[in-house]
Nanobody, 124 residues
Framework: QVQLVESGGGLVQAGGSLRLSCAAS????????MGWFRQAPGKEREFVAY????????YCADSVKGRFTISSDNAKNTVYLQMNSLKPEDTAVYYC?????????????????WGQGTQVTISS
């Protein structure tokens, strides 16, 4: 089993920055990829970014490309989401997820372990 704990959410003004962290514990050797998703009130949970745990390959959704960066520190079993130039529409609960299989890492179904989520609120 893998456990995930997110941190780093908060309230910032538009144009500001935040860095989210997700610490993995347990059977971390079984992780293939880590991803970030977000869910705004009344909306579906959507993909934000993922990183291949072994190769370091990263991919971000078009809506955040150029503003958000996903990275990892494998020695600490931690993945980060650096969020810059934040907009009010980035307001959501952000979830970290881990995948133990090959798959389409931009989709929720590729992930089998989820964190509890951390609230990010951007004021205009």
């Amino acid at each position: 089993q893998v456990q995930l704990v997110e941190s780093g959410g908060g309230l910032v003004q538009a144009g500001g920055s935040l860095r989210l962290s997700c610490a993995a514990s347990g059977r971390t050797f079984s992780i293939y990829a880590m991803g970030w998703f977000r869910q705004a009130p009344g909306k579906e949970r959507e993909f934000v970014a993922y990183i291949n745990w072994n190769t370091g390959y990263t991919y971000c959704a078009d809506s955040v490309k150029g503003r958000f960066t996903i990275s990892s520190d494998n020695a600490k079993n931690t993945v980060y989401l650096q969020m810059n130039s934040l907009k009010p529409e980035d307001t959501a609960v952000y979830y970290c997820a881990a995948s133990k299989q090959y798959g389409y890492y931009t989709t929720r179904s590729a992930y089998d372990t989820w964190g509890q989520g951390t609230q990010v609120t951007i004021s205009s």
